[in-house]
């Protein structure tokens, strides 16, 4: 792909049917999120607009899409109460994102290029399965618990798996067909006679689903009064009848709490909590983005920072990058940042002119979109692929799997990465000697970095030298190799005599010449 065609006016065509798939995809997401944060429910769409248009604008990232975000909840919803006030919490917001700020500065976006890479697969695979479990529901018409929630257990005391047992007592009728004919019209749209059309790219498949929904349940609610779908199974907006009432639902934050202690303590939180699921999911976006582009992760920082600055002032939750919209946007197509800073301009206006028109959106209907996302997430093919690579491979990407289904993104990241360290490890300390024996005539080759991890090792393969024995050492492929492995080595030459043991030592001209002296 030319550089050219990265040029967002040249991919208009793909960019704006995308931003409609993301948009509607965020709507109920940034209402869900901030219902379960206790706080109001248009500081969800807030910061639905700040993610599109101000990191939209800012970030490097050409997939992205950044929002309020499911995992920090419960950090939001324990931080208002602590405070004492949606204004006081703000603050926090706005310090919050001055930290993400300065790290951009200090570079600590590089941590995201040490995340393994069966790691990010892996959380790509949970995200997608959590999105159908959590969906399930919904696609019943059983929506007690919000849009979006990622956690195992829920705030209304249930967890994943007890919330299907309890769908299925509370199925609606004109939910399931909504979700059916939903279902229908997506899996239509992927076929190749529809997809290959040109109509399929300008009228995104998720567009017919909401409009198709809506007016099922119109059609239901006067006709067929009893399968109707009340407003607990539709989207939520908050509604302005002029302007100065709509201006009124922004906050302001209230900086005379800017020397709490506790303020400043939620503030890091909220930076590095926030920091870190953005990196993460970069890293996952990348990936999954057909052109195979590399985000900037300190550009990233700096652009998250901004976002959580204006998205405090002006009355918003915390932003992060978000894997759920930015997973919908590259399936959409997306090409450029276009997609993602349209998606929050059409929250904007949407929110202002219309509001009562997206309050007809069946949850049964956006449950099928979000289910479609899961799918192309958690696809079958992947695990096969990533069974093929091996157990270094697919143990770390299954564990990180299960450890996201059963605690949270952030939880399960990190017991993934203790796995896939583990691995690693395991891998470099038998791979970090070679040796070989003929007839008492032993080459112990040392490969490009020996640490002392590989010290036992190192003893054990001496111990077993038998006396009599003629040992070459070969340190010529070492580009580092660890003190203590210097010393163990220097502690056998000293000790061969002993044994009648021969120690030749062999470095190569480019080495260090003191490279096997302690």
């Given at each position: 792909?030319?550089?050219?065609?990265?040029?967002?006016?040249?991919?208009?065509?793909?960019?704006?049917?995308?931003?409609?798939?993301?948009?509607?995809?965020?709507?109920?997401?940034?209402?869900?999120?901030?219902?379960?944060?206790?706080?109001?429910?248009?500081?969800?769409i807030i910061a639905g607009v700040v993610g599109?248009?101000?990191?939209?604008?800012?970030?490097?990232?050409?997939?992205?899409?950044?929002?309020?975000?499911?995992?920090?909840?419960?950090?939001?919803?324990?931080?208002?109460?602590?405070?004492?006030?949606?204004?006081?919490?703000?603050?926090?917001?706005?310090?919050?994102?001055?930290?993400?700020?300065?790290?951009?500065?200090?570079?600590?976006?590089?941590?995201?290029?040490?995340?393994?890479?069966?790691?990010?697969?892996?959380?790509?695979?949970?995200?997608?399965?959590?999105?159908?479990?959590?969906?399930?529901?919904?696609?019943?018409?059983?929506?007690?618990?919000?849009?979006?929630?990622?956690?195992?257990?829920?705030?209304?005391?249930?967890?994943?798996?007890?919330?299907?047992?309890?769908?299925?007592?509370?199925v609606s009728l004109g939910a399931v067909i909504?979700?059916?004919?939903?279902?229908?019209?997506?899996?239509?749209?992927?076929?190749?006679?529809?997809?290959?059309?040109?109509?399929?790219?300008?009228?995104?498949?998720?567009?017919?689903?909401?409009?198709?929904?809506?007016?099922?349940?119109?059609?239901?609610?006067?006709?067929?009064?009893?399968?109707?779908?009340?407003?607990?199974?539709?989207?939520?907006?908050?509604?302005?009848?002029?302007?100065s009432s709509f201006i009124s639902q922004f906050?302001?934050?209230?900086?005379?709490?800017?020397?709490?202690?506790?303020?400043?303590?939620?503030?890091?939180?909220?930076?590095?909590?926030?920091?870190?699921?953005?990196?993460?999911?970069?890293?996952?976006?990348?990936?999954?983005?057909?052109?195979?582009?590399?985000?900037?992760?300190?550009?990233?920082?700096?652009?998250?920072?901004?976002?959580?600055?204006?998205?405090?002032?002006?009355?918003?939750?915390?932003?992060?990058?978000?894997?759920?919209?930015?997973?919908?946007?590259?399936?959409?197509?997306?090409?450029?940042?276009?997609?993602?800073?349209?998606?929050?301009?059409?929250?904007?206006?949407?929110?202002?002119?219309?509001?009562?028109?997206?309050?007809?959106?069946?949850?049964?209907?956006?449950?099928?979109?979000?289910?479609?996302?899961?799918?192309?997430?958690?696809?079958?093919?992947?695990?096969?692929?990533?069974?093929?690579?091996?157990?270094?491979?697919?143990?770390?990407?299954?564990?990180?799997?299960?450890?996201?289904?059963?605690?949270?993104?952030?939880?399960?990241?990190?017991?993934?990465?203790?796995?896939?360290?583990?691995?690693?490890?395991?891998?470099?300390?038998?791979?970090?000697?070679?040796?070989?024996?003929?007839?008492?005539?032993?080459?112990?080759?040392?490969?490009?970095?020996?640490?002392?991890?590989?010290?036992?090792?190192?003893?054990?393969?001496?111990?077993?030298?038998?006396?009599?024995?003629?040992?070459?050492?070969?340190?010529?492929?070492?580009?580092?190799?660890?003190?203590?492995?210097?010393?163990?080595?220097?502690?056998?030459?000293?000790?061969?005599?002993?044994?009648?043991?021969?120690?030749?030592?062999?470095?190569?001209?480019?080495?260090?010449?003191?490279?096997?002296?302690?």
């Amino acid at each position: 792909m030319s550089a050219d065609q990265f040029n967002p006016l040249k991919n208009f065509k793909h960019d704006l049917p995308s931003s409609i798939v993301v948009f509607l995809v965020a709507l109920p997401l940034c209402l869900g999120v901030a219902l379960a944060s206790g706080a109001p429910l248009f500081s969800g769409i807030i910061a639905g607009v700040v993610g599109g248009i101000v990191v939209g604008s800012l970030s490097g990232s050409a997939l992205s899409v950044s929002g309020p975000a499911a995992g920090l909840t419960t950090i939001v919803l324990a931080s208002i109460t602590k405070l004492g006030s949606f204004e006081a919490f703000l603050v926090a917001v706005f310090l919050g994102g001055l930290i993400q700020f300065i790290l951009g500065f200090l570079k600590a976006g590089t941590i995201g290029n040490y995340f393994p890479s069966a790691v990010i697969k892996g959380m790509l695979s949970a995200i997608g399965i959590i999105l159908i479990l959590k969906q399930i529901p919904h696609a019943l018409g059983y929506d007690k618990d919000f849009v979006g929630d990622e956690s195992f257990v829920q705030a209304d005391g249930e967890n994943t798996f007890t919330e299907l047992l309890n769908a299925i007592n509370y199925v609606s009728l004109g939910a399931v067909i909504i979700f059916l004919l939903s279902m229908f019209i997506l899996i239509l749209w992927e076929k190749p006679f529809i997809r290959d059309k040109k109509f399929s790219t300008i009228i995104p498949g998720p567009l017919i689903v909401v409009a198709l929904g809506v007016l099922v349940n119109l059609l239901f609610t006067s006709a067929f009064s009893d399968i109707a779908l009340g407003k607990e199974h539709l989207v939520l907006l908050p509604v302005s009848d002029s302007v100065s009432s709509f201006i009124s639902q922004f906050t302001f934050p209230d900086f005379s709490n800017v020397m709490n202690g506790t303020i400043w303590t939620v503030a890091f939180t909220i930076a590095i909590v926030a920091s870190l699921e953005s990196l993460l999911s970069i890293d996952a976006v990348d990936k999954l983005d057909p052109f195979k582009r590399s985000s900037p992760l300190n550009q990233e920082l700096k652009a998250q920072g901004m976002a959580n600055m204006v998205s405090g002032l002006i009355g918003g939750l915390p932003v992060t990058a978000v894997i759920v919209r930015s997973s919908a946007n590259v399936a959409a197509g997306a090409r450029t940042k276009a997609s993602t800073i349209i998606h929050g301009i059409l929250l904007l206006l949407t929110a202002f002119l219309i509001p009562n028109a997206l309050n007809q959106i069946p949850l049964a209907s956006l449950a099928a979109i979000l289910i479609m996302v899961g799918y192309k997430l958690a696809k079958p093919s992947l695990f096969q692929s990533m069974y093929s690579k091996g157990k270094d491979q697919f143990i770390p990407f299954v564990v990180t799997i299960l450890a996201i289904l059963v605690t949270d993104l952030l939880i399960g990241i990190t017991i993934g990465i203790l796995v896939g360290l583990f691995f690693v490890l395991k891998s470099n300390f038998h791979k970090a000697l070679f040796s070989v024996n003929e007839k008492n005539n032993y080459l112990i080759r040392l490969t490009k970095d020996v640490s002392f991890l590989n010290k036992a090792l190192l003893r054990q393969t001496f111990k077993d030298i038998p006396a009599g024995s003629k040992v070459i050492i070969d340190g010529s492929r070492s580009v580092f190799i660890d003190q203590d492995i210097l010393e163990t080595i220097n502690d056998f030459r000293e000790s061969a005599s002993n044994r009648d043991i021969s120690v030749e030592l062999k470095q190569s001209v480019a080495a260090n010449n003191s490279i096997f002296k302690a």
